[in-house]
């Protein structure tokens, strides 16, 4: 199904045309905010003046100089002007929904947070982003995907803010702007865009080995997620939870997407940054129109809040380690549904910020030096993004839980105040005016904890540990994940200029494992050094994303190739099946308008010209049109063979794929007589597997 549009309407009149009988004025409740509002039918200045004519500026006769005294000019030019704000820093490409969070209650013996409390009910935003590049670029560039959710909880808001990796690049935050300058463009030329393949990233990583399994993760499938409804996300630090009783446990956040976790391969991702480089963003925005929300699960690894923050050997302040979920089972605490597109870019998902120190109480941050330099971090960068300290009054960063501060005054301060003592304490305060609230009241009131120490520049001897996992996430990758690493990896460094910042990243992979580093080599064609790489790493199979059952197909797109004559009844009735299980149909043909059989006609959503296989999980050709042959059809079947996806036909549609040179008994090919159910559920089921992989080669560990 297409995505939704709005009705057309007839153009709004340009100023050109016949001015409207005179309006009485419209009744406004008085003050400031409701003129903001957009409440006139008619077009104003932003001061209220109606204008005639917005087409024409004031000039001194028909080819004079525009006049000063053009006030319209003046601030209409002004305003656009000024229309942009600064990008983030980082994660400034990003795509958003709204939603709600449904609490499964079983969290509320370890916390005690409203929202995780059984039977809650928490309207949400979650925005999710690439890290390096700027905001026009691409969403398919290899990167880490930011997943960043704010919940609206009665208590106040709570922002999760995560990535689609549970480790970071630094273990202290006062590398952040060392690992970013290294992976945005050069600052002489300002390429490349989006990417860290290029010396500065690697030089950097090369030289910082405590980002190696950062790395890892990175050159692995998890750099090019499918969607974003098909990444996992992860709070990466560790967090305290504080329940009713005041008792703690420490804990690292997962989101399990439903739909699996699944990626692009590397040549879709370049493909569809140039094809499509809202790729991400559009199946968001489409997948949530044609009713398929994105949905996810919190989850939660619990463990003991011990004196030296440690679980079974792991510290859990180091941000480069993850606990394997065989050592520590994700509970799942709730489920996030994702089902409404923002109705404004700019109002919502750009002025949203972000805070890792919005915290409700039960929960509370933890002393990982990475976490706490962000507590610094998020509040700051807003100041300059959004021009000062009232960006809590923009819409989408308000709190839904009441708010009474004593904060006042600043730029774009949109409150009307009233009384005359905003401090505390006061004998002053009217009705109305804020008291501090007590721990019954709902106060945050922290964990009492010990701290002390020598002030010193240090990191604990555990950090120093900088390869073991990487190992471990190696050892845990089945053999086409490895081959899909490997790749990465010689892609990225066969882009360094500079021949020593190679050979110092194979000494690194040499400390990960002997055969990842030799068959980077190899591509790279230089010779192998030898490290000293953990011997046996126990895998945790929870880390690999090949899947042997099937799983849901909602929100994936698949193509049904058909011209004139085609089937049409077998396609409405593939389109049933598929649309029954939340995925959508799009119609491809040689040209656009209709195909048509005896009467029955269907609309051409993509042709030929206009569709590449990046956007389509599987193609299905159409019984009735045996000779049909494109070039552009050849290469669209071909990359689809290439990226191991499900390629189908029914009746003499397997001939189209017999000539464009497909082999038609290789794994994925799902052929059949007519559309019926046995076969649409075997396509189905090939789609949930996510890709054919045994076509490209062994997938086992
Ligand atoms: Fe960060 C944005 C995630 C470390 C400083 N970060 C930002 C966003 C995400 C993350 C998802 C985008 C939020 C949005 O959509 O608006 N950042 C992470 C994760 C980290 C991390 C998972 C490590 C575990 N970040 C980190 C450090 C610092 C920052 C160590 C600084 C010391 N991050 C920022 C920032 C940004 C930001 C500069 C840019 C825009 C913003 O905050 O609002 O403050």
New binding site residues.
């Given amino acids: 199904m297409p995505p939704k549009r709005k009705a057309s309407r007839a153009p709004r009149r340009s100023s050109a045309a016949p001015a409207a009988p005179a309006r009485q004025p419209e009744e406004r409740p008085v003050g400031a905010a409701e003129g903001r509002l957009q409440t006139s039918s008619l077009l104003t200045t932003a001061q209220g003046v109606r204008l005639p004519d917005t087409d024409h500026s004031l000039k001194a006769g028909p080819r004079g100089p525009s006049l000063m005294d053009d006030f319209h000019l003046r601030e209409k030019i002004t305003h656009f002007d000024h229309e942009r704000i600064p990008e ?4 400034a490409r ?1 795509a958003a929904a709204h939603g709600t969070f449904t609490a499964y209650g079983n969290a509320g013996s370890v916390t005690r947070a409203g929202f995780l409390q059984r039977g809650r009910e928490t309207p949400v935003f979650v ?1 999710f ?1 690439t890290v390096l590049g700027s905001r026009g670029s691409a969403d398919t560039v290899r990167d880490v995907r ?3 959710t704010k919940f609206y909880t009665d208590e106040g808001n709570f922002d999760l ?3 689609n990796m549970p480790v ?1 690049f630094i273990q202290d ?1 006062i590398k ?1 702007p060392d690992i970013i300058h290294a992976g945005k463009p050069h600052p002489d030329r300002e390429i490349p865009q989006a990417q860290t393949a290029h010396d500065t990233f690697w030089d950097f990583v090369s030289l910082h080995t405590e980002a190696t399994h950062h790395v890892l993760w990175a050159m692995s499938d998890r750099g090019i997620p499918r969607s974003y409804r098909t990444m996992e996300g992860f709070g ?2 560790t967090f305290r939870l504080v329940n009713a009783e005041n008792e703690t446990c420490l804990v690292k956040f997962h989101w399990k997407p439903v739909a699996g976790v699944h990626s692009l391969v590397w040549e879709e991702a370049q493909l569809a940054a140039g094809t499509d480089p809202d790729f991400h963003r559009r199946d968001l925005a489409d997948g949530i129109d044609a009713g398929a929300p994105l949905e996810f699960e919190l989850g939660l690894q619990i463990m003991p809040d011990s004196d030296d923050q440690t679980f079974e050997g792991i510290d859990l302040l180091d ?1 480069t380690k993850i606990v394997p979920e065989e050592l520590c089972e994700v509970q799942l605490v709730g489920k996030l549904t994702l089902d409404r597109n923002p109705t404004n870019y700019f109002a919502e998902t750009e002025q ?3 805070h890792t120190g919005n915290l409700v109480s039960g929960i509370e941050v933890t002393d990982d030096p ?1 976490m706490q ?2 507590l610094f ?2 509040l700051d ?2 100041l300059t ?1 959004l021009g000062g300290p009232n960006f809590t009054q923009l819409p989408i960063n308000c709190p839904h839980a009441a708010v009474n501060d004593n904060l006042r005054d600043g730029m774009h301060q949109t409150a009307v105040h009233r009384g005359v003592a905003p401090y505390l304490p006061n004998s002053l305060g009217q009705e109305g005016e804020p008291v501090p609230a007590e721990v019954d009241e709902g106060a945050f009131v922290h964990v009492p904890r010990e701290v002390s120490g020598p002030k010193v520049r240090a990191n604990p001897a555990s950090f120093a540990d900088h390869f073991s996992q990487a190992a471990l996430f190696w050892a845990s990758m089945t053999a086409i994940e490895r081959a899909h690493i490997v790749e990465a990896f010689t892609f990225e460094l066969s882009k360094c200029y500079e021949q020593p910042i190679r050979e110092r990243m194979l000494g690194v992979l040499a400390n990960v494992a002997t055969d990842l580093c030799t068959a980077v080599a190899a591509g790279l064609g230089l010779p192998a050094p030898s490290g000293t790489p953990a011997t046996d790493p126990v895998p945790s199979p929870a880390l690999s994303q090949i899947v042997e059952t099937p799983g849901p197909i909602a929100g994936r797109v698949i193509g049904v190739i058909a011209d004139d004559g085609a089937d049409l009844a077998g396609i409405t009735k593939l389109r049933r099946a598929v649309e029954a299980k939340g995925a959508v149909l799009r119609l491809v043909a040689p040209s656009g308008g209709t195909i048509k059989r005896g009467r029955s006609s269907q609309p051409v959503e993509r042709t030929f010209l206009t569709t590449r296989s990046i956007e389509y999980d599987a193609v299905v050709v159409a019984a009735g049109n045996p000779t049909l042959t494109d070039p552009r059809l050849t290469v669209l079947l071909g990359e689809l063979f290439r990226h191991c996806k499900v390629i189908a036909a029914w009746g003499d549609g397997v001939d189209v794929l017999t000539a464009a040179g497909i082999d038609t008994t290789a794994p994925g090919i799902v052929l059949g007589d007519t559309i019926a159910k046995p076969y649409t559920t075997e396509l189905v089921a090939a789609v949930g597997l996510h890709r054919a992989w045994d076509r490209s080669g062994p997938t086992s560990r």
């Fill in positions: 983030r820093v980082v994660h990003g925005r982003s930011g997943f960043a803010v995560g990535n970071f935050g952040f990466v630090h941000p949203v910020a972000f990475l330099a962000r971090s998020y960068t807003q993004r």
